[in-house]
């Protein structure tokens, strides 16, 4: 599966990044010159996971993004449905495969799963958080209130994903990066090309920043808002868990 207009089959999903895992990574950093460490920091940021928090960080790859998570004393699972981006990840943190568990005041677990069946219960994570992921679900909404089931009541939501640039003048400029230089690009330092050609379409095909925000309110969460990086290149959105009596 290349286009974006196709549907998101899960199996199909997880079988390109899959055939991406090996140099996931680097080419991430190539294709956004760097950047994508930036939006790592600043997710880590809102996220703010203190002492004794549990985090979820769905869509996590090869863990890259949750070591941030575990800065300050919190534990935190990475979860995929890539199971070969679990794989790398987990040789990269110095385990055996992805069922190495968390240990100490911190430290990072690496659980297979799929954003609209998680294998965990209700009420259990302090924050969720997912990072350029929930544009490859099936149903966008289904997996924000599955995340709300998982999360404990107060707890928060922190997206970060693609968006669109409101001066339209970048967004057009964006646009043709997107379109026309990602993909050579990609050819040459990929070891998938087409994934990232898939990533591209699907990127103009996601809502904006508004579009996503109404998504994440029908799913449930409130105080819902975002902040736009990068001139809105990306966006994190942010919503809370209604306690109970709310």
């Given at each position: 599966m290349t286009r974006a207009s196709l549907d998101k089959q899960p199996r199909e999903i997880a079988a390109m990044f899959d055939r991406t895992a090996r140099r996931y990574d680097l080419v991430n950093d190539v294709l956004s010159l760097g950047q994508d460490r930036l939006w790592r920091k600043a997710t880590a940021a809102v996220v703010d996971a203190g002492p004794g928090e549990l985090v979820l960080d769905l869509a996590a790859g090869t863990g890259t993004s949750t070591d941030a998570f575990t800065v300050l004393g919190a534990r935190a699972i990475a979860c995929d449905f890539s199971l070969g981006m679990l794989r790398a990840g987990a040789e990269r943190?110095?385990?055996?495969?992805?069922s190495r568990e968390a240990g100490g005041k911190g430290g990072v677990a690496f659980v297979g799963g799929d954003a609209l069946k998680l294998p965990f219960g209700d009420d259990v994570f302090d924050a969720v958080t997912i990072s350029f992921g929930l544009r490859n679900v099936q149903?966008?909404?289904a997996a924000l209130?599955?995340?709300?089931r998982v999360t404990r009541p107060g707890g928060r939501l922190v997206v970060c994903e693609f968006s669109r640039?409101?001066?339209?003048s970048f967004d057009l400029v964006y646009s043709q990066y997107l379109m026309k230089l990602l993909p050579p690009v990609a050819r040459a330092?990929?070891?998938n090309p087409d994934s990232y050609v898939y990533l591209a379409e699907s990127i103009r095909a996601w809502p904006d920043q508004a579009g996503?925000?109404?998504?994440?309110?029908?799913?449930?969460w409130e105080g819902v808002g975002w902040r736009n990086l990068s001139f809105g290149i990306v966006a994190l959105h942010r919503g809370v868990k209604p306690t109970a009596g709310e």
């Open positions: 943190h110095g385990g055996s495969g992805v149903d966008t909404e209130r599955e995340m709300l640039p409101p001066i339209k330092v990929s070891s996503l925000a109404a998504i994440v309110r029908r799913a449930g």
